[in-house]
C-alpha cells in the first residue's frame, strides 16, 4: 500500500519519466532486439572510424602507448613521392578499369540476350570464375602470364615478340586489370542481362516497323532504356576500383618499381611492412575526406541535371 | 509470329546476308568468351594431373601427355587441408549466426516493432554503408586488437553482426510480409521472440540462404584480411593458408600446387552447379551492391 502511494507521488513529481518509463515497457522488445546490432556497429565500425582520426593524429607505438604529434602524420604522407605515385596509379588503374572492364560485360549481356539457344550455359559459363576462389586465380593467372605461359606461346604462334606482361612496369597494371575483368564481369553481366531481357519487345518491334536498323534498335532502346543501371554500376565500379589492392598485392606486390602500388595497397604497406599506424590511419583519413568531396560534387551535379 | 519469340532482332532480321554475318561474328564473339572462361578452370584441373616436366614445356599444352593422379595424393600430404577448411566453416556458421541473430533482429525491429526514433538508429546503421572500408581498415585492425580478440574467431564473428547491406536487405524484406499474420499471432498472446522465431524466422528462409549464400562466399574466397587478424596455422582459413603456403611458395614444384589448387576450386564450383538458380538469384540482390 505503502509503495503504491510512493510511487504515485513520484509519477506526480515527474511525469515525463513515468511515460518514458512507460514507453520503456511497450517497446521493450523493440529496442532489445535493436541492442545487439547497436553495440556491434558502435564497437566494430564507428568505433574504427573515429578512432581512426584520433590514430592520424598521433605516433602509434603497442609498447610505450600513443603520443600526440599534431600533424605530422600527414606532413610525413604528404612529403612521400611514393604517395603521390600511388594517387596516379590508383587513378591510371581505375581508369583502365574502365577503359577495359566497363563496357565488356554490357556488350555480352546484349549478345547473350540474342541468343537462341544455350543462353543458360553462356551465364553459367560467364559467372564460373566468380565462383573459383581469388588465390586459386592469382597462383592460375601467374602462370598464364609467366614468359613460359601460353599467353606467350600464343603470341610466338601469331609471329608476336613475347611479352613480359608482370614484370615489365609498362604492362603490369594492364595485366592486373585483364585478370580482374576476365574474374569480375560474370555478375555484371547477369544483372545487365536481366536488365535488357526485360525492355519490352514490342518496342523492337515498332522501331523495326518504323524503319530503324538493329544498331538504332540497340543505340535508341536497348541502351537508354538500362540507362540507369549503367550510371550506377559505374558509379559502383568507380567507388570500388579506388579501393583496389588486393590483386596489386597477391600478383606483384606493388612492384615492378611501384608501378602497381596502388592508394589503398600503401596504406596496408605503410601500416604492416614500414609500422607506422598513424601514417596509415592518416592516409585513411585523407582518402576518405576526397571520397567524400567526389561523392558530394557528383550529388550536386546529379541534382542539377535533374 | 508472336512478339515475345524476337528479341532486338526479329526472324526477317537474320535473313539479310550482312545481318547473318555480323550475327555468325557475335556468336564467335560469345564462344570465345565462353572458351576464354573454361580454359583455365580446365587446364588448373589438368596441370594439376602433370609431371613436372610436362607441365614447364613450353609451348605448354592443354592435355597432360600422362596421367598422374598420384600428384593429389602428395598435395594432400603437404599441407592439412581438413584444418584450414574447419577454420573456414567455423568462420562461415559464426557469420551466419551473427546475421540471423543481431541483424535479423535488428531488421525485424525496425521493420516491425515502430519502436519511437527508429529513423535516427536505422541512420545510424546506414551510413556505414557510404564510408569505404578501404578508408578505415588500418583503425579497424588496431580496434580488434586492443580489444584482445586477434588470433580468435571472434574477430570475424562478432563484426559480421554490423552489416549495413545485409540489414537492409533484411529489413526489405520483412517489410514485405503481411502484418496480420504478425497481429493474429500477438493477439494469440505470443511474446516478440517468439514472433521473431517462430513465424518471421521461418518464413525468410529464402532471404537468408540468399544471404548465406554472400556470406559463404566471403569466408571461402577472403584470404587478406585474415592473414592480419589471424597468425597462427592453427586458425587461417583456407584461403589464406592457401595464399600462404601454396602461391607465395617457390619451391614448390607447379604440378602438386595446381593439385592442391584444384582441390580447393572443385567443391565451390561443384555447389555452384548443383545451386545455380538460388545463386544467380541471389545476385540481383547483390546488384545493389555490385
Known amino acids: 500500500m505503502e509503495h503504491i502511494a510512493a510511487e504515485v507521488r513520484a509519477q506526480r513529481a515527474s511525469p515525463g519519466k513515468s511515460r518514458m518509463a512507460g514507453k520503456l515497457r511497450r517497446h521493450f522488445w523493440g529496442y532489445a532486439f535493436l541492442v545487439p546490432a547497436i553495440v556491434v556497429f558502435a564497437l566494430f565500425l564507428w568505433m574504427p572510424i573515429v578512432k581512426g582520426m584520433v590514430y592520424s593524429l598521433q605516433h602509434i607505438d603497442f609498447v610505450k602507448g600513443n603520443t600526440y604529434v599534431g600533424l605530422d602524420n600527414y606532413r610525413t604522407v604528404l612529403s612521400?613521392?611514393?604517395?603521390?605515385?600511388?594517387?596516379?596509379?590508383?587513378?591510371?588503374?581505375?581508369?583502365?578499369?574502365?577503359?577495359?572492364?566497363?563496357?565488356?560485360?554490357?556488350?555480352?549481356?546484349?549478345?547473350?540476350?540474342?541468343?537462341?539457344?544455350?543462353?543458360?550455359?553462356?551465364?553459367?559459363?560467364?559467372?564460373?570464375?566468380n565462383v573459383i576462389p581469388v588465390v586459386v586465380l592469382y597462383g592460375l593467372w601467374r602462370w598464364l602470364y609467366d614468359p613460359i605461359g601460353p599467353f606467350n606461346a600464343l603470341l610466338m604462334k601469331l609471329g608476336l615478340d613475347?611479352?613480359?606482361?608482370?614484370?615489365?612496369?609498362?604492362?603490369?597494371?594492364?595485366?592486373?586489370?585483364?585478370?580482374?575483368?576476365?574474374?569480375?564481369?560474370?555478375?555484371?553481366?547477369?544483372?545487365?542481362?536481366?536488365?535488357?531481357?526485360?525492355?519490352?519487345?514490342?518496342?523492337?518491334?515498332?522501331?523495326?516497323?518504323?524503319?530503324?536498323?538493329?544498331?538504332?534498335?540497340?543505340?535508341h532502346i536497348t541502351l537508354p532504356s538500362i540507362r540507369h543501371l549503367i550510371v550506377l554500376m559505374l558509379l559502383l565500379q568507380v567507388i570500388g576500383t579506388s579501393q583496389g589492392f588486393q590483386s596489386q598485392l597477391a600478383l606483384l606486390d606493388g612492384g615492378p618499381n611501384n608501378t602497381t602500388m596502388t592508394y589503398a595497397l600503401l596504406i596496408n604497406k605503410y601500416a604492416f611492412t614500414r609500422l607506422d599506424y598513424g601514417a596509415a590511419s592518416a592516409m585513411g583519413v585523407l582518402m576518405f575526406v576526397v571520397l567524400g568531396l567526389v561523392a558530394i560534387v557528383q550529388y550536386r551535379w546529379q541534382a542539377k541535371e535533374e | 509470329m508472336t512478339s515475345h519469340e524476337r528479341g532486338i532482332l526479329s526472324h526477317s532480321d537474320l535473313r539479310r546476308p550482312r545481318m547473318r554475318l555480323a550475327y555468325g561474328a557475335m556468336l564467335a564473339a560469345i564462344a570465345l568468351m565462353i572458351a576464354s572462361m573454361l580454359y583455365p578452370f580446365t587446364v588448373t584441373i589438368f596441370n594439376g594431373l602433370k609431371l613436372n616436366t610436362d607441365l614447364n614445356a613450353f609451348p605448354p599444352h592443354w592435355l597432360p601427355r600422362s596421367w598422374h593422379f598420384e600428384n593429389y595424393a602428395t598435395a594432400w600430404r603437404y599441407i592439412a587441408l581438413p584444418g584450414f577448411l574447419g577454420n573456414t566453416l567455423k568462420i562461415f556458421v559464426g557469420n551466419m549466426v551473427a546475421t540471423v541473430l543481431v541483424t535479423g533482429l535488428a531488421a525485424y525491429s525496425l521493420s516491425r516493432l515502430r519502436v519511437p526514433r527508429r529513423q535516427w538508429i536505422y541512420l545510424f546503421f546506414m551510413i556505414t554503408l557510404f564510408i569505404p572500408p578501404t578508408t578505415y581498415?588500418?583503425?579497424?585492425?588496431?580496434?580488434?586488437?586492443?580489444?584482445?580478440?586477434?588470433?580468435?574467431?571472434?574477430?570475424?564473428?562478432?563484426?559480421a553482426g554490423a552489416s549495413a547491406f545485409y540489414l537492409l536487405v533484411l529489413k526489405n524484406f520483412f517489410d514485405s510480409i503481411s502484418m496480420e499474420l504478425f497481429e493474429s499471432a500477438r493477439i494469440d498472446g505470443a511474446s516478440e521472440p517468439r514472433c521473431f522465431f517462430q513465424l518471421a524466422l521461418p518464413l525468410s528462409v529464402p532471404i537468408f540462404a540468399t544471404l548465406a549464400i554472400f556470406v559463404f562466399a566471403t569466408a571461402w574466397n577472403d584470404w587478406y584480411w585474415p592473414s592480419l587478424v589471424m597468425h597462427s596455422n592453427r586458425t587461417y582459413p583456407l584461403a589464406t593458408a592457401v595464399y600462404k603456403y601454396v602461391i607465395e611458395v617457390r619451391r614448390l614444384d607447379n604440378n602438386i600446387k595446381f593439385a592442391l589448387l584444384s582441390m580447393v576450386t572443385l567443391p565451390p564450383v561443384v555447389v555452384f552447379l548443383l545451386f545455380q538458380k538460388y545463386i544467380v538469384r541471389g545476385l540481383h540482390l547483390g546488384g545493389v551492391k555490385g
Do not use: H
Open chain 1, 162 to 219: 613475347q611479352i613480359a606482361f608482370l614484370t615489365n612496369p609498362s604492362w603490369s597494371m594492364i595485366a592486373i586489370v585483364i585478370m580482374e575483368t576476365w574474374q569480375q564481369f560474370g555478375s555484371a553481366l547477369l544483372i545487365y542481362l536481366a536488365a535488357v531481357l526485360t525492355v519490352p519487345r514490342d518496342w523492337y518491334e515498332a522501331a523495326e516497323i518504323d524503319g530503324a536498323g538493329v544498331w538504332q534498335r540497340i543505340r
Open chain 1, 80 to 129: 612521400d613521392p611514393v604517395a603521390g605515385k600511388a594517387v596516379r596509379n590508383s587513378l591510371y588503374y581505375m581508369a583502365l578499369c574502365l577503359l577495359i572492364g566497363f563496357w565488356v560485360p554490357i556488350g555480352f549481356a546484349i549478345a547473350i540476350s540474342e541468343l537462341r539457344r544455350f543462353q543458360g550455359f553462356a551465364r553459367v559459363a560467364a559467372y564460373l570464375p
Open chain 2, 137 to 159: 581498415i588500418i583503425p579497424n585492425f588496431m580496434n580488434l586488437k586492443s580489444l584482445g580478440l586477434l588470433n580468435t574467431f571472434w574477430a570475424f564473428w562478432l563484426p
